[in-house]
């Protein structure tokens, strides 16, 4: 059995999350748009304040139901940025409203899911990597999908931000090919057609 990738730890919650979360395919709409939301708070921070925010955050933002936060104004970011167990930042606040109606749209549309799935043909792209060096921070993939995101009104997410939101919910297995994770979230993705 080889060994996790390395960025996973020292911190158990770090650990856990690789073992359990991270790469996994997500084809949930609402949880594809909480992890998005979640990377664009990350921007500038490490991920494990994220992580060891999460519960917070979930219930500062209405468990990250879109449709609620949609409907949100003036007096919703005042509060959230009077609340400690969050990143108080008033643009990422402010977008993540604006980002909730851009995801209804989307949604409407087409499904978010299927909206950022159809980018990878329904099936999440494997790494060969044997070293994290080795993988980018972005991608002419990732840049597209920002771009197109950012047009469709969505804001903090920049192609490294989508890539790395690529990599938590399994669009890409960027588990490294010595890691347990890489062939178990390989197992986990669906058929093309989702």
Known sequence: MGERCGWAG???IYIDYHDTEWGVPEYDSRTLWEKLILDGFQAG????TILKKRENFRDAFAGFDPNVIAEWGEDDVMRLL???????HRGKIEATIGNARA??????KQGFDRFLWDYVDGAPLQTEATDRAEIPT????TVQISKDLKNAGFKFCGPTIV???MEATGLFNNHLIGCPRHAECADLARSPTI
């Open 103 to 108: 995801w209804q749209e989307i949604e409407a």
């Open 138 to 141: 972005q991608s002419s993939l």
């Open 82 to 88: 009077a609340n400690p167990g969050i990143i108080r």
């Open 163 to 165: 890539y790395a939101f």
């Open 45 to 48: 921070l490490s991920w494990i």
């Open 10 to 12: 020292p911190e158990q």
